[in-house]
């Protein structure tokens, strides 16, 4: 990191921080504060949700994971334009004919307020876990590669984003995500740019596509029906449909971006827009990792992308044997390096095709080994190393001036998301909590200061969530894991609300309860993929309900 990168970083942070303070200072009313003044335009309300849901987490792990896998992850987001569509056609009339400030308020309309009330909870609990995961997931990864300290990372993070988020509430979320989106696509598309430039002389982007495709990174689409395929086009068009439901149907986070929206048109042409273009967005971040892929098809990398791991490894008894593994990787990327060259200028060779394929194999099996050692060395070790993999190229390829506006990126998706997170985790605990259980009649000021004191305290709880967080397999598929725990269940509510009309508040309350310890139990147990959870958890609250109101019904009649 040199100076310049410092001041391009600290004054991109400070900027949107200083920025969004000052444009939305003076919230006076619940409206103003929760709603945004329900003014925004559709491209405002399409920004900040896409803002929302593409955190640190997507910029660090999605081309991670695509260096690791490929493109089939893309697959994962096939649903959300079918989710787009009916919660513009379902959800968004019901919300505005009510004019509610969360989407829980709903629930005690159609239900009652136990129903309303444990809807909440549950949001609170998954989204409270997720704000925390939002600040650690880049704090994690800075400090293993830069050196900065886990703990003050979290803290500065956090309080950046609380600092405008108490300020101004939905506005200032609103306001500061547009700069934030500038700052992440203009770096992105300037990391894609350089990487391609990267390139040895010969190669160009077709044939890098030519080359990924030979190591089986370029496989969008599988259309099996195998439940150990964790992304599929079926566990994304229908598990997907029911996450996107979910999430942008029914998670206040979202749900307080486009309730800010200045009419029904406005907040239905921001979720289409964002339905649009959610997964060319994805596609091109994945593509972004896959091109990273082949940048290391020429380039030296390190046997293991975690410096931190590495180190460990390194000054444990087991240093000789990773030295052999380190030696052998660096055969192999030698023989890759020469295969690749030689396929680049001769496309049409299957026996080049096998060959990389087979050198691909090798080196993969030298990396486990190596990430066996590590564990040896130190059992609490984190050996997967796919959220590192972009950040060691930027840190160590990118030009000066750059590497600060990417690090820039990743602590703006951060802000952009947690702030986010905050401000619905406030509004909810304010309105569906809070105002809904105390008897007493406050004034507008009071119930903005209560929100600007919860999401103080909710800062201060994701700051502590993530000082106590640990590294799981891939961070972005921990935040849809614990997503999709909750999500079915909520989403199964809202529909038998929607619906189901038959079917009264004690059954649902009930039936929730026992499927969320289902749902808990299904996925500590690995039942199926976590994608699917969200289907299972829908379905069977659903189906419990109707079961518990129709012997409800019969009890009725025999008793009678």
Same mark, same amino acid.
């Given at each position: 990191? $040199?100076?310049?990168?410092? &001041? =391009?970083?600290?004054?991109?942070?400070?900027?949107? /921080? #200083?920025? +969004?303070?000052?444009?939305?200072?003076?919230?006076?009313?619940?409206?103003?504060?929760?709603?945004?003044?329900?003014?925004?335009?559709?491209?405002?309300?399409?920004?900040?949700?896409?803002?929302?849901?593409?955190?640190?987490?997507?910029?660090?792990?999605?081309?991670?994971?695509?260096?690791?896998?490929?493109?089939?992850?893309?697959?994962?987001?096939?649903?959300?334009?079918?989710?787009?569509?009916?919660?513009?056609?379902?959800?968004?009339?019901?919300?505005?004919?009510?004019?509610?400030?969360?989407?829980?308020?709903?629930?005690?309309?159609?239900?009652?307020?136990?129903?309303?009330?444990?809807?909440?909870?549950?949001?609170?609990?998954?989204?409270?876990?997720?704000?925390?995961?939002?600040?650690?997931?880049?704090?994690?990864?800075?400090?293993?590669?830069?050196?900065?300290?886990? $703990?003050?990372?979290?803290? &500065? =993070?956090?309080?950046?984003?609380?600092?405008?988020? /108490? #300020?101004? +509430?939905?506005?200032?979320?609103?306001?500061?995500?547009?700069?934030?989106?500038?700052?992440?696509?203009?770096?992105?598309?300037?990391?894609?740019?350089?990487?391609?430039?990267?390139?040895?002389?010969?190669?160009?982007?077709?044939?890098?596509?030519?080359?990924?495709?030979?190591?089986?990174?370029?496989?969008?689409?599988?259309?099996?029906?195998?439940?150990?395929?964790?992304?599929?086009?079926?566990?994304?068009?229908?598990?997907?449909?029911?996450?996107?439901?979910?999430?942008?149907?029914?998670?206040?986070?979202?749900?307080?971006?486009?309730?800010?929206?200045?009419?029904?048109?406005?907040?239905?042409?921001?979720?289409?827009?964002?339905?649009?273009?959610?997964?060319?967005?994805?596609?091109?971040?994945?593509?972004?990792?896959?091109?990273?892929?082949?940048?290391?098809?020429?380039?030296?990398?390190?046997?293991?992308?975690?410096?931190?791991?590495?180190?460990?490894?390194?000054? #444990?008894?087991?240093?000789?044997?990773?030295?052999?593994?380190?030696?052998?990787?660096?055969?192999?990327?030698?023989?890759?390096?020469?295969?690749?060259?030689?396929?680049?200028?001769?496309?049409?060779?299957?026996?080049?095709?096998?060959?990389?394929?087979?050198?691909?194999?090798?080196?993969?099996?030298?990396?486990?080994?190596?990430?066996?050692?590590?564990?040896?060395?130190?059992?609490?070790?984190?050996?997967?190393?796919?959220?590192?993999?972009?950040?060691?190229?930027?840190?160590?390829?990118?030009?000066?001036?750059?590497?600060?506006?990417?690090?820039?990126?990743?602590?703006?998706?951060?802000?952009?998301?947690?702030?986010?997170?905050?401000?619905?985790?406030?509004?909810?605990?304010?309105?569906?909590?809070?105002?809904?259980?105390?008897?007493?009649?406050?004034?507008?000021?009071?119930?903005?200061?209560?929100?600007?004191?919860?999401?103080?305290?909710?800062?201060?709880?994701?700051?502590?969530?993530?000082?106590?967080?640990?590294?799981?397999?891939?961070?972005?598929?921990?935040?849809?894991?614990?997503?999709?725990?909750?999500?079915?269940?909520?989403?199964?509510?809202?529909?038998?609300?929607?619906?189901?009309?038959?079917?009264?508040?004690?059954?649902?309350?009930?039936?929730?309860?026992?499927?969320?310890?289902?749902?808990?139990?299904?996925?500590?147990?690995?039942?199926?993929?976590?994608?699917?959870?969200?289907?299972?958890?829908?379905?069977?609250?659903?189906?419990?309900?109707?079961?518990?109101?129709?012997?409800?019904?019969?009890?009725?009649?025999?008793?009678?």
């Amino acid at each position: 990191m $040199t100076q310049i990168d410092w &001041i =391009i970083l600290i004054g991109t942070l400070l900027f949107i /921080v #200083s920025y +969004g303070a000052y444009k939305t200072k003076g919230s006076k009313n619940v409206t103003d504060y929760i709603k945004g003044g329900s003014e925004a335009k559709w491209w405002t309300i399409g920004l900040s949700v896409m803002a929302t849901q593409a955190s640190a987490i997507t910029f660090l792990s999605t081309p991670g994971q695509a260096f690791h896998s490929g493109m089939g992850f893309v697959q994962f987001y096939f649903g959300l334009p079918i989710a787009m569509v009916v919660i513009c056609l379902v959800f968004i009339p019901i919300y505005h004919r009510l004019k509610v400030f969360t989407a829980y308020e709903y629930l005690e309309s159609r239900f009652d307020l136990k129903t309303r009330s444990l809807a909440a909870i549950l949001f609170l609990i998954q989204r409270g876990l997720a704000a925390g995961i939002t600040i650690f997931a880049p704090a994690i990864i800075l400090s293993a590669v830069l050196g900065w300290n886990l $703990t003050m990372l979290n803290i &500065i =993070i956090g309080v950046l984003v609380i600092i405008y988020t /108490v #300020s101004g +509430g939905t506005k200032a979320v609103s306001v500061t995500q547009k700069q934030q989106m500038a700052v992440i696509f203009g770096g992105m598309f300037v990391a894609f740019y350089l990487i391609v430039s990267y390139l040895p002389a010969d190669i160009s982007f077709s044939k890098a596509l030519k080359i990924a495709g030979a190591s089986g990174k370029m496989e969008v689409l599988d259309f099996s029906f195998n439940l150990d395929n964790r992304y599929t086009f079926w566990s994304g068009i229908i598990g997907g449909t029911f996450l996107a439901l979910s999430y942008f149907g029914t998670d206040q986070s979202q749900v307080q971006r486009y309730l800010s929206g200045k009419s029904i048109k406005e907040m239905q042409l921001g979720l289409i827009f964002n339905g649009l273009l959610k997964v060319p967005m994805q596609f091109f971040i994945l593509l972004v990792g896959v091109m990273v892929f082949v940048f290391y098809q020429f380039n030296a990398s390190p046997l293991n992308f975690n410096p931190t791991a590495t180190e460990i490894v390194k000054n #444990s008894e087991y240093s000789k044997e990773y030295e052999v593994l380190e030696n052998k990787h660096k055969d192999l990327e030698i023989l890759k390096s020469e295969a690749n060259l030689k396929y680049g200028n001769n496309l049409d060779d299957p026996i080049l095709v096998k060959e990389i394929q087979h050198l691909n194999l090798l080196e993969k099996e030298n990396r486990e080994t190596a990430k066996e050692l590590i564990k040896k060395a130190d059992a609490d070790a984190e050996t997967n190393d796919k959220d590192y993999v972009f950040i060691h190229f930027i840190l160590n390829n990118l030009p000066r001036g750059l590497i600060g506006l990417l690090l820039a990126v990743i602590l703006s998706a951060a802000m952009s998301s947690t702030a986010s997170e905050l401000n619905a985790l406030a509004s909810t605990t304010a309105m569906d909590l809070y105002k809904r259980n105390v008897k007493v009649e406050r004034t507008d000021a009071h119930y903005v200061s209560m929100s600007k004191w919860f999401t103080l305290a909710w800062g201060l709880i994701a700051i502590l969530v993530a000082c106590f967080a640990n590294l799981f397999d891939n961070l972005i598929q921990l935040v849809n894991i614990i997503g999709s725990i909750f999500y079915g269940n909520v989403l199964g509510i809202f529909l038998l609300a929607f619906f189901i009309k038959y079917v009264k508040s004690n059954a649902v309350f009930i039936a929730a309860l026992i499927t969320q310890a289902i749902v808990i139990l299904g996925w500590w147990q690995d039942w199926m993929p976590y994608l699917w959870l969200n289907l299972f958890g829908c379905a069977v609250v659903m189906f419990i309900a109707i079961l518990i109101q129709g012997l409800t019904k019969n009890n009725n009649k025999l008793n009678s």
